[in-house]
């Protein structure tokens, strides 16, 4: 017997900004959830199981904080789980969660992400000192820029690029009024006159640090045909990872990413995924990784990813445009900024994107990564019925 | 519906404090133990999951290093619990049963020795109302024993009773930690005695699970898992009775261990009186034997203690001692969370 078709038919997310101090860690993921049933016209008793995911709990100082939060995401009396992969933790999450109601394990299932990152200190979080091991380089700025700077060598790429597409992310922020980061007055030259951080990356080339949740409502067949908006069908997904490091890594392109994008193409039998894909919501914390991720994930050939950023194919009326939503760069709760792009994938292809739609977007691509650029976690959705 | 074995269970010696090895040094022996079982390699595993605490290791992302022991080159297909290793084995069994993985590896491990366990685990609780207090794991479970002798439902020498058994059930168990079964031991927090109390322990473990055909190619006697469920209870210590256990019933019932009677239990009870709640929540009769290996008492590496109580009732399985039998795994103060398994040795697939 075949997989049961899984499809998302609610999706919620927070107000995201810097410190969101009018609620606590509960009342945060609340929020999201809320929303979310909101969406799916249902209510708590009508969710079969929780599946929750965040980055490492030392960003708010409670450990397994899934226990604290049973009550406030209607848990209590169900199975509640909690996913972690770094990063790409909000991906991974929302996969467990599609797995349950493809394995016909449960019909109804709550999937939540959250970081609220202003009680805590994430530099401080990342820098914990680890005895016999590297420290971590200044945060996770210290430890990318040598990759972007690997790719500008190999790629030739002009040095503006990674402007060009803060400047845009941030522009399509503009659009999305959960977004972090509103900047109205940004323009081009100021994303240039920025101070540079770690070279090649300038301080408006970098992701900020937010308070925020995100939720979705997965479902089987059955469950979608009650929805009473149209639902997003999960045609692909998949988890890779490789190791931290060693002398094999490709820290550009790594294989990991390549073999989870080739999965989940496979799986929702794309074979040209410039073409056959209309949007794509990618984990970009750091400008450079637009051009970088569109070589690993097959839409551009290598080399050649900044090409398709500079002719502007990227842009939110572009032929193939990434981040509509304004991306992790405009938006970074860490722990939900993986489902944030599964779910801005899921918003696409349902029409419900509002003023950052896509028009005519009917397959959509969800991509997180997370660590040393080891985890990987995907999906692809349409507008359709897979097995239809 | 697929169905999905136990095929090989490893576990480490679990000690006091591993100062002298890394956490990678530590998974790697045992999933290369479970692996080599079954003669299976890291690249011939088609799904990998996890279970570990950061906070035990005292620094985020933990679990990346542990990856390296895995040996994840090629890329694998690879997920992460931050819980105890028994709710990485459900991740896993959810993913066989997609029909996606013919094959999963699962393991989990826990280094309590960097830190002061106690208030290392009062980090779990309610951040603004309960965690300021620092109430220490001791102390809830305290609580919790307390509870069940005022409703008559134990007393300080039947507690004394259970680590007894438990702890000379160890002296066969060639990893446990703690073998010593004196009952003289001075008050920790009272009512609970040291005798009460589980050992502090490094320790790790690792499952192969594997799917109908391939698991009874894989292994003679495979451990079909029959049912396995899992329920939360609320984290408000006074918003719960905690001399009961409603989420262990209700995961029981719905991994389906009330249908037919079952020979061995292996129970994540880190305290005695934990045994106690959890006997009656599975309505199991003397006739039980309850905890062969020694349990949680005898040795209690968090995040992976959970996973070896699976492991120890699948191993019986695999062995022809038992049957049908049950493991429980918990999670959170005093029970909140808990898992159940029902494991199978005839081939109902």
């Known amino acids: ?388 | 519906m697929t169905e999905v074995a136990v095929v090989a269970f490893a576990q480490s010696a679990h000690v006091r404090d591993s100062a002298e090895s890394s956490e990678v040094e530590m998974v790697l022996p045992v999933l290369h133990d479970a692996l080599g079982q079954v003669g299976l390699t890291t690249a011939r595993i088609d799904f990998t999951c996890s279970g570990s605490s950061d906070y035990l290791a005292g620094r985020a992302f933990s679990f990346t290093m542990a990856l390296d022991g895995v040996g994840a080159w090629p890329p694998i297909a690879e997920s992460h619990v931050e819980m105890d290793g028994a709710w990485a084995l459900y991740e896993a069994w959810v993913k066989l049963r997609t029909g996606r993985a013919e094959t999963a590896l699962v393991y989990a491990w826990g280094k309590s020795s960097p830190g002061r366990l106690r208030d290392v685990l009062t980090r779990q609780l309610d951040p603004y109302c309960l965690a300021p207090l620092w109430p220490d794991s001791v102390s809830l479970a305290a609580l919790q024993a307390q509870a069940l002798i005022d409703a008559g439902a134990t007393d300080e020498k039947r507690l004394a009773a259970i680590a007894a058994r438990n702890r000379t059930a160890a002296r066969a168990n060639p990893h446990a930690q703690l073998t010593d079964d004196r009952t003289d031991t001075d008050y920790v927090v009272r009512p609970l005695r040291r005798h009460d109390c589980p050992p502090i322990s490094d320790g790790a473990a690792a499952v192969v699970l594997a799917a109908g055909d391939t698991a009874r190619r894989l292994c003679a006697r495979p451990a079909w898992i029959r049912g396995i469920d899992h329920r939360i209870e609320a984290h408000a210590l006074g918003l719960r009775d905690l001399t009961t256990s409603p989420s262990t019933r209700l995961a029981a019932e719905r991994a389906g261990s009330f249908t037919a009677p079952v020979q061995l239990a292996e129970l994540h009870a880190p305290f005695t009186a934990q045994e106690v709640v959890l006997r009656d929540a599975l309505r199991l009769t003397d006739d039980v034997t309850v905890n062969p290996s020694g349990g949680a008492l005898a040795a209690n590496p968090v995040m992976a203690a959970g996973l070896i109580r699976i492991g120890e009732a699948a191993a019986r399985i695999h062995t022809g001692a038992a049957d049908r039998a049950l493991a429980h795994a918990t999670s959170g103060p005093c029970l909140q969370q808990n898992l159940v398994a029902v494991l199978e040795g005839a081939d109902h697939g």
């Not at chain 1, 995100?214 to 998949?238: E, F, I, K, N, S």
């Open chain 1, 1 to 388: 017997m075949a997989d049961e078709p899984v499809a998302v038919i609610g999706i919620g997310q927070t107000k995201h900004a810097a410190a969101r101090r009018d609620v606590s860690l509960a009342g945060l993921v609340r929020e999201a959830a809320g929303r979310a049933l909101a969406d799916a016209r249902l209510d708590w008793p009508d969710v079969d199981a929780v599946v929750i995911g965040k980055a490492p709990d030392f960003f708010e100082g409670v450990m397994m904080p899934e226990l604290y939060l049973a009550e406030a995401l209607g848990a209590v009396g169900k199975p509640m789980m909690r996913v972690h992969t770094a990063g790409s933790v909000g991906g991974s999450t929302a996969l467990v969660a599609a797995d349950l109601v493809a394995a016909r394990v449960h019909r109804t299932v709550l999937t939540v992400a959250f970081e609220k990152q202003s009680e805590s200190n994430a530099m401080w979080g990342l820098s914990l000192p680890i005895p016999f091991q590297q420290p971590l380089l200044a945060g996770a700025g210290g430890f990318f820029a040598p990759h972007v700077r690997a790719y500008l060598r190999r790629s030739g790429a002009p040095e503006d690029v990674g402007a060009l597409v803060a400047y845009k992310d941030r522009r399509n922020a503009l659009k999305n009024p959960y977004a972090h980061l509103h900047e109205d007055d940004l323009t081009l030259e100021r994303v240039l006159a920025s101070p540079m951080l770690w070279d090649p990356i300038r301080y408006s080339e970098t992701c900020p640090s937010s308070d925020g949740a995100c939720a979705m409502v997965l479902t089987d067949a059955v469950g979608a045909r009650r929805a009473p908006h149209p639902p997003a069908w999960v045609h692909g997904r998949a988890m890779r990872s490789e190791p931290t490091m060693f002398a094999g890594k490709d820290y550009v392109s790594p294989r990991a990413g390549r073999d989870c994008a080739a999965e989940v193409y496979r799986q929702a039998g794309i074979t040209d995924p410039r073409r056959e894909i209309d949007v794509a919501e990618l984990y970009v914390p750091f400008s450079w990784y637009e051009p970088m991720w569109l070589e690993n994930l097959g839409f551009a050939a290598e080399g050649e990813g900044w090409r398709l950023t500079e002719s502007r194919a990227t842009a939110l009326d572009g032929d193939l445009p990434v981040n509509p939503s304004g991306g992790v760069l405009s938006t970074n709760p860490i722990g939900a900024s993986g489902m944030l792009r599964f779910a801005e994938a899921a918003l696409q292809v349902r029409g419900l994107a509002g003023e950052h739609q896509v028009d005519g977007a009917r397959r959509a691509l969800g991509h997180a990564y997370g660590g040393g650029s080891q985890f990987f976690a995907m999906w692809l959705v349409g507008s359709e019925r897979p097995d239809s």
